[in-house]
């Protein structure tokens, strides 16, 4: 695999490798237990965590990382990072937990609070995406060469606008702003879908829209937000300035929209979020 950036490849095989050790768990009534926060966590969290953390202190010992399964670092340690690896081992546990395959691995290079690159992996099939900002994105699937993507900046003709959407995560506000959108657009076509594969379905033109005015965590979207920068997209804030990752105490991410940079309609969201 050739890729622009000279981690890309070694990563997204660790991503991979990562998923393989998901794999022993998954559909085979594996324990749940629950962290200090309710979240859900399992053996197989563990596995991908224990892959990733190995795999890339090998590749990388100087960059420290910051996973999920991990996340007890001090702010004014963070405080003192340039960069890092932010880390999700396994993410959509809950899909995990309920057999669906909308769950997957991912890893996300993040310098001064920008995401240099991320690769997200699905575990079930071997499908990986992998992008940048300015390096471009790829999706590989298994036994395959990796082919570029890139979003779409309006959907083909005769396609409704297709909005991606959490299943399990909604609130009063996305669904005005859903409302709001298909007043000025039309019908809307809603898409739900687990894990950071929203941002993946955008990255490849297959949706036209992400918003998400919902809470996140920092390593649910690091890594696939890389994949839609490098197709061509963008992710911001309700302010309308890029969404970073600073160091802050909170590792909970602010609202945010995501969708082709190009879009005419990127102003119009805004407003529709902001309201």
Request: charged share 20%; net charge negative.
């Amino acid at each position: 695999m050739n890729f622009s950036h000279p981690l890309m490849a070694p990563v997204v095989e660790l991503a991979l490798k990562a998923g393989e050790a998901i794999l022993p768990f998954w559909r085979a009534n594996v324990q749940v237990n629950h962290k200090a926060d309710a979240s859900p966590v399992t053996a197989a969290d563990m596995a991908a965590h224990d892959v990733i953390v190995a795999g890339l202190t090998a590749l990388a010992p100087d960059i420290p990382i910051l996973s999920e399964e991990d996340a007890d670092i001090a702010q004014s340690v963070r405080a003192g990072w340039q960069r890092w690896w932010l880390v999700d081992p396994l993410d959509g546990t809950k899909e995990f937990i309920s057999g669906s395959e909308e769950f997957t691995v991912n890893i996300a290079l993040v310098e001064h609070g920008r995401v240099v690159f991320g690769v997200v992996s699905m575990p079930t099939n071997g499908r990986f995406y992998v992008g940048g900002a300015g390096l471009g994105a790829w999706r590989g699937d298994k036994g395959g060469e990796p082919l570029p993507i890139e979003v779409r900046n309006v959907p083909a003709p005769g396609d409704a606008f297709t909005v991606v959407a959490s299943r399990r995560h909604t609130s009063p506000e996305q669904e005005r702003l859903l409302g709001g959108l298909s007043e000025c657009l039309g019908e809307l076509q809603l898409t739900s879908i687990g894990s950071s594969l929203k941002f993946c379905l955008l990255a490849e033109g297959a949706a036209d829209c992400y918003p998400r005015l919902a809470p996140t965590s920092q390593w649910d979207t690091a890594a696939a937000q890389g994949v839609l920068e490098g197709a061509g997209g963008e992710v911001l804030d309700l302010r309308g300035e890029p969404f970073c990752y600073p160091p802050r105490e909170s590792l909970l991410n602010e609202s945010f929209l995501a969708f082709p940079a190009k879009a005419a309609w990127r102003a119009k969201l805004l407003e529709l979020a902001r309201s």
